[in-house]
């Protein structure tokens, strides 16, 4: 497995540093991995923490951080559904955060936590649906690197009305006020899929049915490509070779779905920009998605951010040392997610929240 060194270890001094501040962020999907497995995977990670702790450390401070990092180690949480973990242990300090999101594993041994080494360890791995729609028929997958897997298929048959196969066949195909009602029928079902898996979608049918779905979808911010052809009856493995020319550039796709979730989320007045705003929103609602520029994630102290609070707000020891550390925290801790993105997606701004749409209050 590639791990990562985070890149705000400082260079080692001559003299003892006294203060280790010990950040793992791993994989942890105990749902579908095995006990065994990932113990070993915390164990290797403990031996290393270990060994970077003797290269200058202060031994009986050293030795307490381990002793903690055992103690959380023994107590985690092997019944969650998430994906990976954070955990972050000083002789005064420990905390541990589950994620929805996949990452590299990172081991940092530092003077002090940055919990920013999250964003930074995220794996960017390509996520979306693929939609093949027919007059009659429609097909719904999930895609990822490597192909695609069936999750649904839906026939005119399951519309009000049309409960019989012989009412199906008896339809022409080319009769459009039967497709509309077919594809409208087939947008409810992706809504309900996109209201738990919020991904960037690509279509294909026949032109015909394609414009009239272009038409009448409610998801047209999530729909990235339509690709016209008749592949209703292709096979997974031919489909996906079909869609992946559209995949290979995945960070195309991704730029592009999240300009339009951004855009769906302004129409909704779910969105917030700027450090001031994005703060307040945070006290009062759930973040489903944080958008960062580069800029604010490597230089969190810029200007914009100075006038926020008194200096040094947040608990020297904490993983929170700065406003933006604090936000991202927040975002994480309530189930949302985080996306670094070049300063200039953001339209001048430094970052945006999509807030869920239920509040704490």
Request: contains cysteine.
């Amino acid at each position: 497995m590639q791990i990562n060194i985070s890149t705000s270890i400082p260079a080692v001094h001559e003299k003892k540093r006294h203060w280790p501040a010990v950040s793992i962020i791993m994989p942890f999907e105990p749902v579908i991995q095995r006990k065994d497995d990932i113990m070993q995977q915390l164990r290797k990670a403990m031996k290393k923490v270990e060994w970077e702790m003797g290269t200058g450390y202060d031994e009986d401070l050293a030795g307490l951080v381990m002793l903690k990092l055992r103690t959380v180690i023994k107590n985690l949480n092997f019944s969650t559904f998430k994906k990976s973990i954070a955990i972050y242990v000083s002789p005064v300090f420990e905390k541990v955060m589950y994620l929805n999101m996949p990452v590299n594993e990172t081991i940092t041994v530092n003077e002090f936590f940055v919990i920013r080494d999250i964003v930074y360890a995220k794996k960017d791995i390509p996520a979306y649906f693929v939609l093949v729609l027919g007059e009659k028929w429609s097909t719904l997958y999930e895609g990822n690197i490597a192909g695609l897997i069936k999750i649904k298929s839906n026939g005119a048959g399951n519309i009000p009305g049309f409960k019989h196969a012989a009412n199906m066949e008896n339809v022409a195909d080319d009769n459009a006020f039967f497709v509309k009602q077919f594809l409208q029928h087939t947008d409810e079902g992706l809504s309900i899929m996109l209201s738990a898996m919020p991904m960037p979608v690509l279509v294909t049918g026949k032109k015909n049915v394609l414009d009239y779905f272009k038409a009448l979808t409610a998801n047209s911010k999530s729909i990235v490509e339509c690709i016209e052809g008749s592949h209703e009856k292709a096979a997974e493995g031919a489909l996906f070779d079909i869609i992946h020319p559209y995949i290979a550039d995945w960070d195309k796709i991704k730029i592009k779905h999240l300009y339009h979730q951004l855009e769906k989320a302004a129409t909704e007045d779910q969105l917030v920009n700027g450090i001031t705003a994005v703060q307040q929103s945070l006290s009062h609602h759930r973040g489903r998605l944080l958008v960062v520029g580069k800029s604010l994630i490597h230089n969190p102290g810029m200007p914009e951010t100075d006038t926020l609070s008194p200096a040094n707000p947040f608990n020297k020891f904490s993983c929170v040392r700065h406003v933006i550390d604090d936000v991202i925290e927040k975002v994480l801790e309530n189930g949302g997610d985080v996306e670094m993105v070049d300063d200039d997606v953001l339209g001048g701004q430094q970052i945006a929240l999509v807030k869920d749409r239920h509040n704490y209050m």
